[in-house]
């Protein structure tokens, strides 16, 4: 299971890093968007600082999965942002699940891996 979290940590953290290159450094066009997809992103796109916050922590947490050092603490920081992932193409875009769900099942799995690790975050006092 050892050499499986580690497969799985950089596929998720290359994932993660691909994803947030592409759209920091604009390595590419980003395909326009329509509907409720493009009003979302017009939105995010308005604040101004939103869409680069996200995309520089996912830089940050996918550096730290790849380099295997803060693994536990990438994966807290990372969860949230990937929950709103998979509700983004679960009521947007569900085209895209095919690929939300692996990386989805792929952090799950990881915090399973590191699950000695929050025993700490769930002690009630």
Do not use: W
């Not at 799950?108 to 700490?120: D, E, G, S, V, W």
């Amino acid at each position: 299971m050892k050499i499986a979290a580690i497969i799985v940590r950089i596929l998720v953290g290359l994932m993660f890093l691909f994803s947030s290159a592409y759209v920091l450094f604009k390595l590419g066009p980003i395909p326009e968007a329509q509907g409720s997809v493009k009003i979302f992103n017009d939105g995010m796109a308005a604040s101004i600082y939103l869409i680069p916050l996200i995309k520089i922590t996912e830089l940050i947490c996918s550096i730290a999965l790849i380099t295997g050092r803060f693994v536990t603490l990438a994966l807290v920081v990372l969860f949230p942002i990937m929950i709103n992932i998979v509700f983004f193409h679960a009521f947007l875009a569900p085209e895209g699940l095919v690929t939300v769900i692996p990386l989805l099942i792929g952090v799950l799995f990881l915090a399973y891996t590191k699950r000695q690790n929050y025993a700490t975050l769930f002690v009630a006092k």
